[in-house]
């Protein structure tokens, strides 16, 4: 059952007599437990809600529209507690993050709600089997999957849980059910890659409703003291694993007409060879995975600068992190091609609080920019940060620094970007 904390006002429950502090047990027959089992079991337009309030049960019968929201509110979103992950990942990022930051970074979730209402990846160890049926009896499509490796006892050894050998046999089980699956491999070098990742693709390319499987290489900050002993990967390595990533991809271009296995932007960085152009990426299924975010970037910010015709010449600093510097500084460059007025250069900002090995711009901290953007910009021009630096709902760094704080200290105007080319190519050009 879930405790109804609001009613919106004029809503069908509020008509139907529902309050504030009732306690639903059922809809249709059908017991609720959380936002998935609401969501679901409201959809009707005629709803028998079993509530309880105080010592009674009562039974209450409400009528809406269909898909119309009853009116109801909860207490959190999920209408329950988020779900902690269970597992000891050998390259879990969130056990590598130094102490002293605000406790909530080190919550690790493993929520399959999540996966479908808002993209998280799952490993499934936190799954029963009375939960896989109901993800398929709703057709909660799709789940994002963290597999990591198809071999049952790598699996254990690499996320330090029994049960994330057996938990694999969720994924044809999800397949036969007609659910789509996006998939993710964390590789670490000479552990999960080679013919582990072979193993690994062969077997994911064999699913029908797989919809695409990103490769990503683990992320190793400096702050891995007692953890699994994890080497980088460099430019042999990475080709070694590319020729692997692109060898599974072209089979899927044969057997299902489209590419679903890909590589993050971040392997190609490594082996020094260039992003592939956006038709290898299909329609950027697996884009807020690192894969092809570059591409993409580049060529909205091309497409809106062709069709550009004003550059005010105000001063303009943009920082990024060292995976994208090349990528933008090339685009400033060309853009400076077309208005020989503009004045803009690119920063390149090292990450000394996780450490050489994170690149990329959203993990830069609040503190890194201002140490290494200080005496270096100049008053009253304009500072350019892309949204990942923030957190989604408030002007902080990871670090608790403030954007207001950049502003003070730095005595330039700071401009949130966003995330794509379109957006930055706007700012460089007309700041204000």
């Known amino acids: 059952m879930v405790f109804v904390t609001g009613i919106v006002p004029r809503s069908p429950a509020e008509k139907a007599g529902i309050r504030s502090g009732d306690a639903i047990l059922s809809v249709n027959g059908n017991e609720i437990n959380d936002v998935l089992d609401y969501q679901f079991y409201t959809s009707e337009v005629a709803l028998s809600l079993e509530v309880k309030r105080g010592d009674d049960t009562l039974r209450i019968f409400l009528g809406k529209g269909e898909y119309e929201d009853p009116g109801m509110e909860f207490c959190t979103y999920l209408m329950d507690d988020k779900r902690r992950c269970r597992n000891g990942c050998m390259f879990c990022f969130i056990d590598q993050n130094p102490k002293g930051m605000r406790e909530t970074i080190y919550f690790k979730d493993d929520d399959e709600r999540l996966s479908f209402l808002q993209g998280n990846y799952v490993t499934l160890t936190n799954l029963t089997e009375k939960e896989i049926d109901r993800i398929i009896k709703m057709r909660l499509s799709p789940v994002n999957i963290s597999v990591h490796t ?49 193993r690994s693709l062969n077997e994911l390319i064999s699913y029908e409703h797989l919809e695409s499987c990103a490769c990503v290489p683990a992320g190793l900050t400096d702050h891995r003291e007692g953890l699994y002993p994890l080497i980088p990967y ?40 260039p992003i592939p152009d956006a038709e ?3 329609d950027y299924p697996q884009i807020e995975n690192g894969v092809g975010m570059l591409r993409s970037f580049e060529d909205e910010f091309l497409d809106e600068l062709e069709y550009s015709d004003t550059c005010s010449g105000e001063k303009v600093y943009i920082a990024t992190g060292k995976a994208a510097y090349p990528t933008i500084k090339r685009l400033i460059d060309k853009a400076k091609e077309k208005f020989e007025n ?20 959203g993990l830069i901290t609040g503190k890194d920019l201002l140490d290494q953007l200080s005496g270096k910009v100049e008053e009253g021009g304009y500072l350019l940060l892309p949204s990942n630096m923030f957190k989604a709902d408030e002007e902080v760094f990871l670090d608790d620094v403030k954007l207001r ?14 995330k794509d080319g379109y957006e930055l190519c706007q700012k460089v050009l007309l700041p204000s």
């Open 150 to 198: 198809v071999n049952p006892e790598l699996r254990v050894k690499m996320m330090k849980n029994r049960f994330a050998g057996d938990v694999l046999s969720f994924i044809p089980r999800l397949n036969d059910g007609g659910i789509q699956i996006n998939a993710q491999l964390v590789l670490c070098r000479g552990i999960n890659d080679g013919a582990e990742l072979e």
């Open 234 to 273: 460099d430019k042999e390595s990475a080709l070694e694993t590319l020729d692997i990533i692109n060898k599974y991809g072209d089979k899927t271009v044969e057997k299902f007409g489209m590419r679903k296995v890909f590589a993050s932007d971040e392997f190609y960085l490594l082996a020094g060879l």
């Open 280 to 282: 290898y990426y299909e």
């Open 342 to 361: 503009l004045d803009c250069r690119v920063f390149e900002i090292e990450n000394r609080f996780f450490g050489k090995n994170i690149t990329v711009s």
């Open 405 to 418: 704080q950049v502003r003070k200290n730095l005595k330039v105007k700071t401009i949130i970007a966003g």
